[in-house]
């Protein structure tokens, strides 16, 4: 396997950036970025089944900053990787896959994600008397 | 084809495709009922959690999306790095590590999830 030799398709760097190209990007960037966010998941409930002492300092850490931006990320990342998933399990069947369906699915679907994330954080906050 | 052992068989391939979409379809309910009882639970404290997860219907929603949700997740991450890294012996142990992780922490979370219910 010669590699100066072999050709290379066309990459990120000489299309202009679109939407549809931006949201393909972030569909594996929060997909990634979920993968980081199990950590959170699992360590939720592992210190839950362990003591009341180790849920206080996941508390803790929820409740710092750091971790509310982490936790607001989070819910973010994962309200717009399952709508746009349901995006891809449109085209998967075959519907959607004109210029003009795929600009409004994706503008559709980035309005649903900041609605529905700030949504659930307003109502989070309202629940938790803070609000 | 140089990279053949690193990479899935056809039929391997073609399962994971499938795997990741039948995921992908127990998971999005599961997830917005997830997203929605966490907002509904904000603030609680820890016996209204527990008594939340501990009980029978409940738990069983939650095993199912750790179970899916590490599986899609490693299928996700796998297709990323067979997609990007090119060298076999680096893409070899990507794919073990991406494998670990999800054996790893799914089965933490899904320890837990027994230890709480028995």
Same mark, same amino acid.
């Given at each position: 396997m010669s590699k100066k030799s072999r050709p290379l398709s066309p990459h990120l760097q000489v299309y202009s950036?679109?939407?549809?190209m931006v949201l393909s990007i972030l569909h594996r960037a929060t997909g990634i970025a979920l993968g980081a966010g199990t950590l959170l998941l699992t360590w939720w409930i592992f210190a839950l089944s362990s003591s009341r002492e180790a849920y206080q300092?996941?508390?803790g850490f929820i409740?710092?900053?750091v971790g509310r931006l982490i936790l607001f990320g989070f819910t973010f990342a994962l309200i717009f990787h399952a709508l746009n998933g349901?995006?891809?399990l449109f085209w998967d069947v075959g519907k959607g896959f004109e210029i003009f369906e795929v600009k409004r699915s994706g503008m559709l679907v980035v309005a649903l994600s900041l609605i529905f994330t700030i949504a659930a954080w307003v109502f989070a906050y309202m629940q938790a008397g803070k609000l | 084809m140089a990279a053949g052992k690193t990479n899935p068989s056809g039929k391997k391939a073609t399962r994971n495709w499938l795997h990741q979409r039948l995921t992908a379809l127990i998971l999005f309910?599961?997830?917005v009922w997830f997203v929605t009882s966490i907002v509904m639970m904000a603030g609680a404290d820890y016996d209204v959690v527990l008594v939340w997860l501990t009980h029978p219907v409940i738990a069983v929603f939650m095993v199912v999306m750790i179970g899916a949700g590490f599986y899609h997740l490693s299928l996700g991450?796998? =297709?990323?790095? =067979?997609d990007y890294i090119a060298t076999p012996?680096?893409?070899k142990t990507l794919l073990a590590l991406n494998t670990a992780f999800a054996i790893i922490f799914g089965g933490v979370a899904l320890v837990s999830m027994f230890r709480l219910i028995f």
């Open positions: 950036w679109q939407l549809h300092s996941f508390q409740i710092h900053p349901v995006r891809h | 309910p599961l997830v991450v796998r =297709e990323v790095i =067979e012996s680096t893409k």
